[in-house]
């Protein structure tokens, strides 16, 4: 190869002490390490990285459009959220604070709901369908639902996250039968299990493109994806943006103050309440965050 010359750029797939396998345009892997001026840096690549390799080493890393902090991720096209209809029960909270977190990091989020048979899903659809947030329902007994996830994924780097319990790993076996995860078990494949070390990992799916699982959790932190300045919060609310710039006051919070056209909006029924209820809460622990955090 001629020095002028950039190699291809790889992706990585899995990051595990310091190593790292890469995924070449052609397909093969490699197993490699990172050049140390990266930590002199303070860099660390990430999986999801597009990086420059040679003779086993990863060289350059590329610029990203976006990570998350942990697990670290990087390059995400869309951050898809297992919502189960029972067993967990839906957790609105949770959702708006994951809905708020993928438009600070400019991910597009995906709904997929489950256990539809089991209960309900009328008013969640309605809901995030209403402020424009792409919601799909999963159906094991209608194959077309599956197809729309699947489309949904193709040729995309997503990451799967939701509560313990709500059926991710059910899903990725629908949806991709060479992965066999067991469910409720630990998984040969994806080495998960309530006792494994966990690591980052992007799997490929046969339909093109790749999925990261991510640990379930039974709470969300914001700060576990990202840490929001409470003057930014209202910014990732999408359905505030006709209005919170038509506030008495420029520095309005958009919580309580006279003259607040969110809180008009929120009254008039233009905003759904259980949204700005969960941007009141958001808001308050903003406020709680260090300015260490920020950096």
Not at 178 to 199: A, D, M, N, Y
Not at 203 to 232: C, Q, W
Not at 241 to 251: L, M
């Amino acid at each position: 190869m001629n020095r002028s010359e950039k190699p291809e750029a790889c992706l990585i797939l899995k990051s595990v002490r310091g190593r790292y396998v890469i995924a070449s345009p052609d397909g093969s892997l490699k197993d490699c390490t990172a050049r140390g001026i990266f930590r002199k840096k303070g860099q660390e690549p990430y999986v999801g990285d597009w990086v420059y390799a040679e003779q086993d080493v990863i060289t350059e890393l590329l610029p990203r459009k976006n990570e998350i902090i942990r697990p670290p991720l990087a390059n995400l096209d869309q951050l898809c959220f297992v919502v189960s209809m029972c067993e967990p029960q839906p957790n609105l909270r949770l959702l708006d604070k994951f809905i708020a977190v993928s438009a600070y990091k400019k991910i597009q989020p995906l709904l997929l709901l489950t256990k539809i048979d089991l209960a309900s899903c009328e008013k969640i659809y309605q809901l995030y369908q209403s402020i424009s947030v792409p919601v799909l329902l999963v159906d094991y007994q209608k194959p077309e639902t599956l197809e729309a996830v699947r489309k949904a994924f193709q040729n995309k780097i997503s990451a799967l996250t939701g509560n313990s319990g709500a059926g991710k790993s059910t899903l990725l076996n629908a949806l991709d039968e060479s992965l066999s995860i067991p469910t409720g078990e630990v998984s040969q494949k994806l080495g998960r299990g309530r006792h494994t070390t966990r690591h980052a990992q992007l799997y490929p799916l046969k339909n093109g493109g790749y999925i990261a699982d991510t640990p379930g959790f039974s709470t969300f932190e914001t700060m576990r994806y990202a840490v929001i300045h409470k003057e930014e919060l209202a910014d990732c609310f999408a359905e505030f943006a006709e209005y919170q710039h038509s506030c008495q006051f420029h520095d309005c919070s958009h919580t309580c103050e006279k003259g607040c056209a969110v809180l008009e909006a929120v009254k008039m029924g233009k905003i759904p309440a259980s949204r700005h209820e969960s941007y009141c809460a958001m808001y308050e622990e903003a406020k709680q965050i260090k300015g260490w955090e920020l950096s």
